[in-house]
Structure formats: structure tokens, C-alpha cells
């Protein structure tokens, strides 16, 4: 008797972790014989990766899983996966608004999927697979990314820094670092599979190695996979200011392949609204930062995120995040209205900002940085770079783009032979968000 053949898709909201974490999940549904599909209906199986750092994302999300629901009735065999921060946080409110979700599964037990599927199978009411703390070990995994250039791959699990605005540590757990050896092994066979790129993922990277026996730097990390025959580019995110360490910097430094761009979140030029944050620096101590990069590392590339509108933020507040802004000369900033997490501290502290006022502060501070972006990539006008490439344009065929190893995104005229491949472009125009050029043949 002939199978019919399976699929599955997938649906992934927020971060970059939960890409990764859709690739796992991915890699075990094609072990169980699924075959992928980018179109729902036609699916039997549909993953869905959640995210519930902000209000807006949750309520985008909800909306989505409302609209599988019709899919549901067409085909009454439909699994409905949902996994992510938001099950971590809201499985009985997720149960309550969809009740046509199968399986609520965890952040800490996403290996169990297959076991899951087996079950669901069997028993008629939703599975709720929802573990409160990760285990002692983390199984591996099959994987199945999209082919390309780039390439996720998590180095570590969870965050013990308790910022008093974030969820994560609340769904994610505590730091849990993967082995080097695993690591690498994992890296050793993306280059196989022909990537050039690969992009180390932790919620705080510099804190990788802590926990392992004994213990690992994040400096001894990135110079083992600098050494590996095959890899181009090695990115990593995100950094937190407080445990970037001279072994890092001068590693980055004296490194081949590890690309020279800094992303250090500083969320405020306050010094009293990052201690109501919980940040454990200053203003100061992360200026001194920078400065120290830049004196290692003089063309280095700093990007930062921003919060506006934390609660007690003050006029005077606000103004020396712009000062700070100026100051440091950031390439660019990811810039957010403060959105009140239920489950944080600071959803419940008092002077909370109104949404005006926080809008209207966003849109000064935005000003600000696009001024300064601007100016800085005008300075490239003229010059040569080195560019990673990607693909086309999104809107363009016949226009490729990429990235230098300072993270500007590069618009070009070119063919997608050069794909993988660095190619060097003369810049020829600057906008705030990116350069346009030429190839040098």
C-alpha cells in the first residue's frame, strides 16, 4: 500500500533563538518523515514558534493561531504545534484562546517532539508538555535550515542577568552552555554543507563557558572556530556591556574570520534609570568600553539598543540618552518604546510613562541616530570594501546585496554566481541604512 506523503510548516516569531529553535524542530519532523512545505494548507503538521518579549508580538501571535483554526476544520488531522517564550509564559491562556492547538511544548524540552507526535495521536485532548527548568543535559537534535550563506547556531541557553524589563530568564531559564566540542562539531558541518557565515546565539554570549567543567571563555570560544578551514564570517550575538572581556577584544582583534562589528545593548544614558533597570554598569563604565574597543579595534562598528520611556524616565533622563547617543557615535540603534511585561518588576513600578510622551521621545531620539548613521556611512563614499553575498535585493533581481564584516548592508548591480562568495565594492552612495556601490572586477 502506497504512503501518503506527509508535510509539515513552520511559523516563527521574534528572535533569531526561535529560528534556531524552528530549525530543531524542523529537523525532528523530517526524521518522522515530514516533508517541509511553505504553504499551510497543505500542511499536516504546523510548528509555530512564539515570542512574548513585547505586548504587541503576543497579540500579533494570537491573531495567527485564531486564523489556523479554519485550516483545522478543513483538514481535522492538522497538528498544531505551538512552542516558544509565550507557552513558557501563557500555556493555560494559549489553551483558552485556541483551544484547536494539540501540543503546548516547552522552551526547556523541545527534544520531545517525536515522543509528542506519538502520543497526540492517541489521546484526544491537548498535550501541555511544559517543563519549569531545563535539564542537566541537552540532548542534540536533528537540523534542517534553508540553504543559504548564513547560518544560526546557539551557543547557549538562558540568561542569569534578571534585567527588570525582560521576560527571557522567566522562559528561558538559567545559563546553560553547550560544549565547545559540540560546538564545533555542529559548525564543521554547516561549512560542509557549504556556509560561509555562522552567527553565535546566546541572550548573553559573553557569558558563555561559565558553567562548563572546567570553564570556558567566550575569547577561547571564538578563537577555536576563527581556526576552522572554511568559514568566512563569524558573527555573535548579543553581547551584554558588563561582561565584555580584554580576551574578547583583542581575540576579535588579532582574528581572521571574526567579524569587527560590536553590538552592546546600553538601554539608557541614565545612570539612574539603568539601575532601576538592573543593567550592573554605568554610563561611564560602558563609555570606557568603547573606548577601549576602539583603541584595539579602530575601524570597529558599534550598534546598541535603546528603551524609551522606562518608567520614572525623566525629561532630564531622556536627555542624557541623546547626549550619550552623540557621544559614542553609534552606527546604528534598535530603538523600542518600553512595553509593560506582566511577570517583570517593571511592569509594576510606579510612573509609568504615557504612550504619547514615549512616541513623542522615540521619534527625537530616532532623528538623532539617523543623523549620526548617515554621517558615518557617508565616510565610506569613495573607499573599498569587503562584502559577504547574500542574494538579491528584496526588491530587486538584479541587485545584489550583502554585508561587510562591520555589519553595512551593500546594494550592488551584479548575478547570483558571486553568491558565497566575498567580493570587493566600491562605495559610491550612503543612506542612513545602507550603502550602495559597484563591483571591482
Known sequence: MKLTKRYFATMVFGCQMNTSDSERLSGQARRLGYTYTDQLSEADLILVSTC???ESAEQKIYGKLGE??????????????????????????????????????????????????EDIRTVRKPIVAVWEQAGKDMPEVPILRRAGVSAWVPIMYGCNNFCT??????VRGRERSRSTEDIV????????????????????????????????????????????????RIRYMTSHPRDVSDQMIETIHSSKHICKHFHLPIQSGSDEILQRMNRGYTTDIYMELITRIRRVIPDASFTTDIIVGFPGETEEHFAQTIELVEKAGFDAAYTFLFSQRSGTPAAEMEAQIPQQVKKDRLARLTEVQNKISLAINKQLVGTIVSVLVEGTSKTKSDIMMGRTGTNKIVLWPGTLEDVGKIVQIKIDTAQTWLLKGTKII
Open 52 to 54: 512574548c518579549v513585547r
Open 68 to 117: 489556523l483554526k479554519r485550516l483545522k476544520q478543513v483538514n481535522p488531522q492538522l497538528i498544531i504545534v505551538v512552542t516558544g517564550c509565550m507557552v513558557q509564559k501563557n500555556r493555560e491562556a494559549l489553551l483558552k484562546h485556541a483551544a484547536h492547538i494539540d501540543i503546548l511544548l516547552g522552551t526547556h524540552n523541545l527534544h520531545q517532539l517525536g515522543t509528542l507526535l
Open 185 to 232: 562539531k555542529e559548525i564543521r558541518e554547516l561549512i560542509a554543507e557549504g556556509f560561509k557565515e555562522v552567527t553565535l546565539l546566546g541572550q548573553n554570549v559573553n557569558s558563555y563557558g561559565k558553567d562548563l567543567i572546567p570553564p570556558v571563555e567566550f575569547g577561547e570560544l571564538l578563537a577555536s572556530v576563527d581556526l576552522m578551514p572554511g568559514i568566512e
Open 165 to 170: 524589563y525582560c521576560i527571557v530568564p522567566y
